[in-house]
């Protein structure tokens, strides 16, 4: 009796031997697609960082590049605003006209006439320079076909 019992027991150490190397197979396998799947995660991650920081520093370059060509055209845009004082225009009108407000219209013109321009402004109101000056945006809106003075004068 004894050797059927030993016979039955090494056939079930067998078959639980088995299914336990099937359960470690799979566990493995698993383990292995986890691994894999968080290599690919920090992989990418790191692959969008790298995408991100490039183009923040391409779009810094490019936003230093246009402030420095803005320079001129905001220059251009404060000597209008001088003209337009030396046309008589009255400053609330030259606010009006341009979408300044009066504060960035009297800073525009203690800075035209700081700068030189003969007859321009009313170099009274340097004390007014409490603002930063004008907005990029709107120094130049209005400066069209409004900003000529037609509605104004008359």
Known sequence: MSGRISA????????????????????????RQVESALADFY???????HLRATARAR???????????????????REAVGKLADLGEPRDQIAELTGLSLPEVRTVLAE??????????????????ATAGPDPGSATTGCGDAAGGEPAQG
């Open 43 to 49: 992989e990418q991650t790191g692959r969008a960082e």
């Open 59 to 77: 779009a810094e370059k490019i936003l230093a590049e246009a402030e420095t060509a803005a320079l001129e055209p905001e220059r251009l845009a």
């Open 112 to 129: 035209v006439a700081g700068a030189g321009r003969p007859g321009s402004g009313d170099r009274r109101d340097t004390d007014a320079i």
């Open 8 to 31: 039955s027991r090494a056939s079930a150490v067998r078959a639980a031997q088995q299914a336990k190397a099937a359960r470690d197979a799979a566990r493995l396998k698993r383990e």
